[in-house]
Every structure is written in structure tokens, then in C-alpha cells.
């Protein structure tokens, strides 16, 4: 008899002793189904023992260790147990979270990916003629077999109600196979815009590709800056050509579902033979499930060449990983903001130092974290000085004083001159607010009363065509009052603007404009957006109003006029990342300007043109503003000068979070050189309902901040807490 350790998906930070007969030292990383309590629940075998950790309790046998699916292999389970390490994550939940959907299920643990079906070399030789007519249902099997290699089994039972018995019958007669899944979704799914030639790179390129390749083998990390549209992903696709030449695998790292599909199809189109899947959140879960597997492979099929994805798919099990790349590294999105608050990028840096693998994170805005450390030797710096395409020069920014110029519905008028211009002269402009709804707020203007959500701190935005209000944080909605709910004035009116005021606006000032609103909510529709963007490449649009969403990846050679229309908040923010997060957003829309063979303009509105900020924007000069920002922040000893941690708690009343804080700030252990704030109340204090309070505790060096972390969390388990919720952010992203 033997131990199995068994991490559970259960908040506690330890694992579960089973004894189990017909135990292999192979079966550590795999799934079992064990009692729990009253339940049966799917665990991880992290270990095995001969003798069990506590000896005074009789162990409960393990019901039964799940073998259909490879186990997870040595170097993820030790990315989990980093993980659950450094976030203070319970290594049960981190493995839970690492597992597909469906492999944590236990009704459905047998039930993986749907089998599927191959014709045999026997199959293969024949012909539809070899069948009789009346054999119509294995004809046709037959049929759709030999069109596409590979199909689902549920796919062939569509095709006749009695394609069950011919399938059994077509494989006893050895013509069918069961297989594996068909390799890549993306060749049998999309149409292929053919391959794609490998341009000749520019010098900048071709130093960056020279650097990452003549690099001594093993772990290096780099940094790879340029703006957008200077060729980083070019310089991507050259390293992974010749990753994949070695026969490696490749892990790349997106910040956006929308991203990945024209990204998918730019890979494809470039290694047309490779097998590409993707992994993200708008996968089914039988799809996620398969293409989980795909990337390391089954026995009777190799892997993935190149796994693209969001967040979660930095811990996909990889067959061969030999290079990993996190593409527009700054993004936020790649910071996970509930369960294990972690970094998908550096985690990403830490598996790729674990698995000895280069890593190239590329930005056009690198976080400063990440600057901070190119600069300090501990990343290599690359950097793409111009736009990939030669004549496309950089547009020319301008400001505008809204201090001094008169607004109409929210324009001034030069800026109404500039879209004039590109109106007549056949070119696109593209507006940027970043807010959607018509806006932000509805006002009486007698008693002064604000739409406020019921559950949030925060107000409720005015959408005028639902005649609806809406809180974009909790998503509580209501009818628009037709009087003020506290004085009865009838006289409520919309304030500030939001995209759809704009595009009204718009309308109303070039009433022969074809206009077109992107944002999160004329973009819900499956494959709306795509369409959209067709549109704008077909030149069937003239005005482009859109949030931050049209900032990313999206390249339209006849835009040439870029208006800001309210970037002011993000300059004097209480949150201290907020000017890099402007920045970042403003330099992105800036480089939509101009892609091609005409050059273009942006221009911003703001009642702050002086703000060094702005100078640096106006050279498209990152390194200047990031030599402020971060000389900024190393007089502030703030991130990356310091290390910080934030313990978060909500609770049914703002005082029970704040006391909670209270009681777990002195269970803090004596430490030097580590600071715990006091708790307050969130930026957002209330959120669908719930009172939110935090206490930050920074150190002045990540080693220290870990070991206070460790002794505090033991402690905070220890402590019954009753009626608040609580998490701890390390390294938050939002303070
Ligand atoms: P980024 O990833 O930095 O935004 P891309 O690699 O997407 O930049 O390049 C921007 C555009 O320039 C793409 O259309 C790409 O095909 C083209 N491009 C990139 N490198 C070259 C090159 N060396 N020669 C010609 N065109 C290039
Ligand atoms: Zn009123
Ligand atoms: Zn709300």
C-alpha cells in the first residue's frame, strides 16, 4: 500500500494523504477521484509517500486515479507550486485553475475530447463506387471522411440517424480508425489567406533577430521595443521560424481574445504546414479541452508547434518548449483580478527561466517594471527605432487648448476643420474617447442630483437609444427617469461625453459622413467587430468613433487623422499608475494614424497642453517618459522601487471590512523594512453591493516582502473571520 499527497481544490493551503493500491511514481501529476467530506472530488497526486504525514487518522482510499489524459508534467506542477508560493494561493486551487473545465469534473472525468474518426489505409483505398447505392449512410460517412481527414464523432452522427451502427460496422470492417482530434483548428476552420513571404527585415529588425539567435542557448530575457507598426511581430515570426526548424515549440502570449484570430491567421499564413491552437476564453470547453492536449501532444500524435494565447495559456503544458513570447507585455489584461491574482508575464518569465527558454516581451509601452529592469541590465534591450515600412512617417501631434477654444457638442473647431479635410479628400479620421455610453452622467440641474448606482460608488452612464442607464461596473440597469427622483424637475440632462454622444454629434456636424461607433457595446454581437473592420478597409467608413478598443493591432492605411477627445483624467489620478496607462493608450491610438503611405495627424484636445506627458507624446519619445516616470517613482518609492501587497476585504458594511483589516494588520509579524499601511476604504468603496476596504504592505525588496507575506498568511488563515471575504494581490496592478 502507498500514499498518494493529494493537493484538493479547497482554500486550505495543504494537501491530503490517500492510500492507494497500484501506485507508480508516473502517476504523480495525475488527476484522481477521491473522497472529500461527503463528496467525491477531482485532486492532483503531487507526491508519493510510504509512510502518511499524520498517522492518527485511518486514510481513505483513493476512489480512482484518472490515467486517459497525460498527467501534468514536472515543470508545470512546479510553476504551480511557484505560483502558489509566491501569490500565497493554496496549490490545490492554483492546480484546479491550471486544469481544463472539463478534467474537474468528476462525473465527466472519463468524458474527454469526443473521439473521432479516420479512415485506415484500407478506408483509404476505397472509393465510393467500392460501396453499394442502398449502403447510403456509410457512402456517405465515407464521403465527408475522405474530404476532411479527421472528423468528430458527434459531427458523423448528424449526418443520419443510423450513422451509429455504420460507424461500429465501417471500423469492425477495419476501414475506420479511432483518433486523436484533427491537429489544428485554425487549418480546417478559416480560410487562408495563402502563405505569406517573409519580408526582408530592416536593420533594427535584423539586429533584434541577430541578437536572439546568436544568443548563447538558454534563458535570456528581452525586452523588444518599438511602437506599433515598427515590425516586432515580423521579428516574432523570424525567431519562431527558425524555433520551429529545430523542431521546438513555441508559447505565444496575447492580451486579447480580439487579438488572436488575426494573429492566428498571420502565423498560418506564415508557416502554412505548422499546427497552431489557440487557447482562450471564448473557447467551448470541449474545444479548450482539445487544444490543451494539442499543445503537448498524445501518443499517437505530436504537439502543437506554436500555442497562442490569453492569460491562463501561460500554463499550458508544452511538449517541447524551446521559446516563449508575450506580445504588448504592459497590458493589464495579463493580470488576473480575482482567484490567484497573478502576472500571465511574469510567470512567464519564471517558466521561461525554469524550462532554460529565451523569452521576448514586446512593447511598444513596456511597463515600467519592465523598463526598469532593460535598463538595469537584467533584461536585454532591443529596440525598433522606426515604422517597419519605410515611407510611413511618424504623425505629427498637436494640441489643443481647450482652455481656449470653444467647443461645439464637444469639438473644437480645428478639429472639425481637420475631419473636414480628410472627408474631402477621401480619408479616414478616427475619434478616441474612452468612454462608451452617450454620458457618463445624468444631472438635475435644479436640485443638483447625480445618477448613482444603487450598489457602487460610481455613477450611472446615460445609454439614450435603450433609454437605459447603466453602471459599467456591476451592471445594474434602469429605465432613464422621466423626472428627477429627488426634486420631480423634469429637466435632466445627459453630462459629459460618451461615444455614442459623439457619433450623434457627428452626425449632426457631417450629416453625408458614414460613421461608425466601436465599442464594448456595438461590438457584443459574435463577429461583429470583425465586420466592422472589414468595413473600414473596404473604405465604406469615413469617421471611426471608438474606445480603446480600435487602439490595439487594427491597421487602416487610409486613416490619417487622429482626435483625442478627453484624455485629461488620466493625468492627475489618484491611482499612481495612471499616467502610464495614458500614455501607453495614447501613443497606441497616435499610431493609428498614418499606417501607410500618407502620413498623419492626431490631435488633443486637453486643458493641460503643457504636461511633460504630452511633450513626450509629441516625439513619440517612451524613454523620456519613462526616465520621469520613473524618476517620479523612485522619489515616491513606488513599484518598481519598492515591492508592494495589498490585502483586499469586502464585506456587507464598509466598517466590518475596515475592522477585519484592522485585526489582521496586527497579526502582522515584526518585521524591518516593511511598512503596513493603514487600511481605507477602496477607490471604488462599494461594488455590486459589497463595501470594499484595503491595507498595503510595500518592502524594499521583494525577498523580504515575501518572507512578511508568508508568516502574516499563516497567521490570517489561523484567524476565524466571519461575514468578509478577503484576497491577497501581490504585486497589485491597481492601488
Ligand atoms: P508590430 O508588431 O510592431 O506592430 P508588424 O510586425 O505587425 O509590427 O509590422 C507592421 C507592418 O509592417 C505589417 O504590415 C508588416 O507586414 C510590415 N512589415 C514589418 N516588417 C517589415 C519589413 N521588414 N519590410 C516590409 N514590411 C514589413
Ligand atoms: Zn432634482
Ligand atoms: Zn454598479
Not at 473596404?538 to 487594427?554: C, P, R, S, Y
Not at 499616467?579 to 490631435?603: I, K
Not at 483589516?661 to 462599494?686: C, F, G, H, T, W
Request: hydrophobic fraction near 40%; glycine fraction near 6%; charged fraction near 20%.
Amino acid at each position: 500500500m502507498k500514499i498518494a499527497r493529494v493537493a484538493v481544490d479547497v482554500p486550505l493551503n495543504t494537501y491530503f494523504d490517500y492510500s492507494a493500491e497500484h501506485l507508480g511514481s508516473d502517476d504523480v501529476g495525475r488527476r484522481a477521484l477521491v473522497p472529500f467530506g461527503r463528496k467525491l472530488v477531482v485532486g492532483v497526486i503531487i507526491g508519493i509517500a510510504d509512510q502518511p504525514e499524520n498517522s492518527s487518522y485511518t486514510l481513505k482510499p483513493i476512489k480512482e486515479i484518472l490515467r486517459d489524459t497525460p498527467r501534468l508534467p514536472k515543470e508545470i506542477l512546479k510553476l504551480a507550486h511557484f505560483c502558489s508560493g509566491y501569490y500565497h494561493h493554496p496549490l490545490g486551487q492554483v492546480l484546479a485553475m491550471i486544469l481544463p473545465q472539463r478534467l474537474r469534473r468528476t462525473k465527466a472525468a472519463r468524458a474527454l475530447a469526443e473521439p473521432c474518426y479516420a479512415l485506415t489505409d484500407t478506408g483509404r483505398a476505397l472509393s465510393l463506387d467500392d460501396l453499394p447505392q442502398r449502403a447510403a449512410v456509410k457512402r456517405k460517412l465515407l464521403a465527408a471522411l475522405q474530404a476532411q481527414a479527421t472528423l468528430a464523432r458527434s459531427a458523423l452522427l448528424q449526418l443520419s440517424p443510423s450513422a451509429g451502427s455504420a460507424l461500429r460496422a465501417m471500423q469492425q470492417a477495419g476501414w475506420l480508425r479511432e483518433s486523436a482530434m484533427p491537429l489544428s483548428a485554425t487549418r480546417s476552420s478559416t480560410s487562408l489567406p495563402g502563405q505569406a513571404a517573409a519580408p526582408e527585415l530592416n536593420a533594427d529588425q535584423q539586429t533584434a533577430v541577430d541578437a536572439i539567435l546568436g544568443a548563447p542557448p538558454g534563458f535570456t530575457p528581452w525586452l523588444l521595443h518599438g511602437v506599433t507598426g515598427s515590425g516586432k511581430t515580423e521579428v516574432y515570426l523570424q525567431v519562431i521560424a527558425q524555433t520551429l526548424a529545430r523542431g521546438g515549440q513555441a508559447l505565444v502570449l496575447v492580451p486579447e481574445i480580439n487579438l488572436t484570430p488575426q494573429l492566428e491567421a498571420r502565423f498560418q499564413a506564415r508557416f502554412p504546414d505548422a499546427s497552431i491552437v489557440s487557447l482562450h476564453s471564448n473557447l467551448n470547453d470541449s474545444e479548450r479541452l482539445k487544444h490543451w492536449l494539442l499543445a503537448q501532444g498524445t501518443s499517437s500524435q505530436g504537439a502543437a508547434q506554436i500555442v497562442l494565447g490569453t492569460r491562463l495559456a501561460v500554463f499550458t503544458p508544452c511538449a517541447n518548449l524551446q521559446l516563449i513570447i508575450v506580445d504588448e507585455e504592459h497590458d493589464s489584461s495579463f493580470k488576473q483580478q480575482d482567484g490567484m491574482r497573478y502576472s500571465a508575464r511574469d510567470v512567464a518569465v519564471f517558466r521561461a527561466k525554469d524550462a532554460n527558454v529565451p523569452i521576448i516581451l514586446g512593447s511598444a509601452t513596456p511597463a515600467l517594471e519592465t523598463y526598469h529592469n532593460a535598463l538595469h541590465g537584467r533584461y536585454r534591450l532591443l529596440e525598433l527605432k522606426g515604422r517597419a515600412v519605410r515611407d510611413a512617417a511618424p504623425p505629427t501631434v498637436r494640441y489643443l487648448d481647450l482652455r481656449r477654444e470653444k467647443l461645439l457638442e464637444g469639438f473644437s473647431a480645428p478639429l472639425i476643420t481637420a475631419i473636414k479635410q480628410r472627408m474631402q479628400r477621401g480619408e479616414q479620421s478616427l475619434l478616441f474617447i474612452n468612454r462608451r455610453g452617450f454620458a457618463p452622467v445624468l444631472l438635475c440641474g435644479e436640485c443638483g442630483w447625480l445618477s448613482g448606482c444603487p450598489r457602487c460608488t460610481s455613477r450611472l452612464v446615460v445609454h439614450l437609444k435603450e433609454q437605459r442607464l447603466r453602471c459599467h461596473h456591476c451592471g445594474h440597469e434602469e429605465r432613464i427617469p422621466r423626472h428627477c427622483p429627488s426634486c420631480g424637475n423634469l429637466d435632466l440632462a445627459p453630462v459629459g461625453q460618451g461615444t455614442q454622444r459623439l457619433e450623434a454629434a457627428l452626425q449632426k456636424l457631417f450629416p453625408e459622413a458614414r460613421i461608425l461607433r466601436v465599442d464594448r457595446d456595438s461590438t457584443r454581437r459574435k463577429n461583429a467587430l470583425s465586420e466592422m473592420l472589414e468595413k473600414v478597409h473596404a473604405q465604406e467608413i469615413d469617421i471611426l468613433v471608438g474606445t480603446q478598443m480600435l487602439a490595439k493591432g487594427h491597421d487602416f492605411p487610409k486613416l490619417t487623422l487622429v482626435g483625442v477627445l478627453n484624455a485629461d483624467g488620466g493625468l492627475y489620478s489618484a491611482d499612481f499608475r495612471a499616467s502610464e496607462h495614458l500614455f501607453a493608450q495614447l501613443l497606441q491610438v497616435a499610431g493609428r494614424a498614418g499606417r501607410a503611405a500618407d502620413s498623419g495627424e492626431v490631435l488633443v484636445q486637453t486643458a493641460f497642453p503643457d504636461h511633460p506627458l504630452f511633450a513626450a507624446l509629441q516625439h513619440g519619445d517612451y524613454a523620456q517618459f519613462a526616465q520621469t516616470a520613473l524618476t517620479e517613482r523612485e522619489q515616491a518609492g513606488l513599484p518598481p522601487f519598492s515591492f508592494q501587497a495589498m490585502l483586499r476585504a469586502e464585506a456587507a458594511t464598509l466598517d466590518s471590512a475596515l475592522r477585519f483589516l484592522r485585526s489582521a494588520a496586527s497579526l502582522a509579524p515584526e518585521a524591518k523594512n516593511i511598512q503596513v499601511y493603514d487600511p481605507v476604504p477602496a477607490l471604488m468603496a462599494r461594488l455590486a453591493g459589497n463595501e470594499r476596504a484595503q491595507l498595503l504592505v510595500e518592502a524594499r525588496s521583494r525577498g523580504a516582502l515575501q518572507k512578511f507575506l508568508g508568516a502574516w498568511m499563516e497567521a490570517l488563515q489561523a484567524h476565524k473571520t466571519r461575514n468578509v471575504r478577503w484576497a491577497l494581490d501581490v504585486d497589485p496592478i491597481d492601488t
